[in-house]
């Protein structure tokens, strides 16, 4: 019998907690450690229609991202979204388990599977943070090289690559040729890329001055969406589940799709 422990285990064992940052908040969140699992929904957000889709589907568990409980909550009630999520997990005894900040730094995790889908070679962790029990380098930012082209091509492999509907950027005046990636809110780290010689930089969430900053620096900045840049994490975690535990259903969410649209 698989249960929820064993399952916890092992997305420790690939996103070690001692991997996250210190404001976040990272695994069994809901439900019951010793509950059977035969059937697991993946999916990048435990938001209200995967955790519905879960009970259709008859799921015991929700792997995601990120966490169903983010911040302190005073209520779980039915007046907020999360509050019906929660209620809608006990309700059908799902339990509900995440990696976030752990899994984005972890070897193989977000920030490596982002920077293979979008073809990088020679993949560095950028200012590694320490290394784990097989001696891999592990961090937040990645970066890796391309074949010299144009940023009008780059911009239309990323978008073509990880199905977005639309890119914010700004040209910082090179070709591209060594790429720095951080999935989701990284643009934090634009220092960081260019520190370790990159001309191109694609993350999401980028503010208004920052978009000017890594103008004025030469870095060619790119905003391919939160949800763009952090989704592809998504089918191989399901093929790792998967792999470890043949014995139960994996199946990725049908559901949960980007909520923004361009106009």
Known sequence: MTTVADILKFMEAIAPRTMKMD???????????????????????PFEHVCKEAADWGAELIVTHHPIIFQAMKAVTDDTSIGRSILQLCR?????????????????????VLARTLGLQDIQVIN???????????????SGEVDEQSLDAFLSHVKATLGCQGLRYVDGGKPVRKVAVGGGSCASGMLDALAAGCDTFVTADIKYNQFWDARDLGLNLIDAGHFQTENPVVYVLAEKLKAAFPEIEVKISESHRDCMKFY
Do not use: F, M, S
């Open 23 to 45: 404001w976040d908040n990272v695994g069994l969140l809901c439900g019951r450690r010793n509950a059977e699992v035969t059937k697991l929904l993946v999916a990048l957000d």
């Open 128 to 142: 590694a943070c320490g290394v784990d029990e097989d001696g891999q380098e592990w961090g937040l930012l990645r």
């Open 92 to 112: 059908y005894g799902i339990a509900a388990i995440n990696a976030h900040t752990n899994l984005d730094q972890a070897p193989g995790g977000v920030n490596d």
